[in-house]
């Protein structure tokens, strides 16, 4: 039996657990600052864990990309089980994480190792690794993993709407709604990651709002084709819910995943946040 491409991401994807066990996806996690302790995202510290000590901790995690060792540690072991190696990762707008990936996968000779910039994060880079860990799965040569997880990188959306945008601001990464800080009026921004950047797209008042803004959108885009969704959110499981059942209700899915925030991705947007990334079925 032929070697296979071996799919590699970082913890970001938030992909749901049973997937990446059922297409042997590879996870490099992301490294998290907390109250003095260093710890690997989505292997020290399971998400409900994290919100707790997030919410008691006087301090601002902070997160940092692996080392260009725990990459080549991930690589290296793909390269050695498969006949070529794609890499995934999180927007390089947002972090140093593609870069070092880029590196790392430079000192590896064995098989060829193709680093991809998502342009995207959270579950609308998963939707990119799933794209191109079933085309691998089926088969596919390194090209055409590598294509499938392009093509799709530039259909991905992704919707979400915040509790607070203090997360984002204190981290650097607001984009287009860094005039709405500060602001006394209560609102619930609704920002998208667009080609590796943050943008707003409404400031309604309330979270029901802010669904219905969401759910809106995907309908217009979708032109009654069904689409391939992810509700994914941070420690707001009711939310999401709510958030599913008005998708399902306006909108058909072909595929539709529930996750959580992993610590990093909820280090730099707080808790409360809830979205969906989406891309409709017959757009590759």
Known sequence: M?????????????????????????IVPILLNLGGKTYRDGVDLTPPAFYR?????????????????????????????????????????????YKTAALASQLIDTVPIRVIDSRCAAMAQGFVVLEAARAASSGADLSEVVARAKDLS???????????????HRGGRIGNAAHLVGATLRIKPVLTVHQGKVELVAVPRTKIQAFRRIVQE???????????????????????????ERLTQRVKCAELHMTEFTPVMGAHTGPGVVGVAYYVSDSH
Do not use: M
């Open 2 to 26: 032929s070697k296979r491409v071996v799919v590699v991401t970082d913890s970001t994807a938030d992909l749901p657990a049973p997937l990446i066990k059922e297409l042997d996806i590879r």
């Open 53 to 97: 000590l997030l919410r008691a901790s006087p301090t601002i995690p902070k997160t940092s990309s692996p080392s260009v060792g725990d990459f080549l540690r991930v690589y290296a072991q793909a390269a050695e089980e498969g006949s070529g190696v794609v890499a995934i990762h999180l927007a390089a707008e947002l972090s140093a994480v």
């Open 154 to 168: 530039h259909k991905v959306r992704l919707l979400a709407v915040l509790e607070t945008l203090d997360y984002l």
């Open 218 to 244: 995907i309908e217009r885009q979708a032109h009654g084709q069904a689409i391939h969704a992810g509700i994914f959110h941070s420690d707001a499981h009711r939310e999401a819910q709510t958030l599913r």
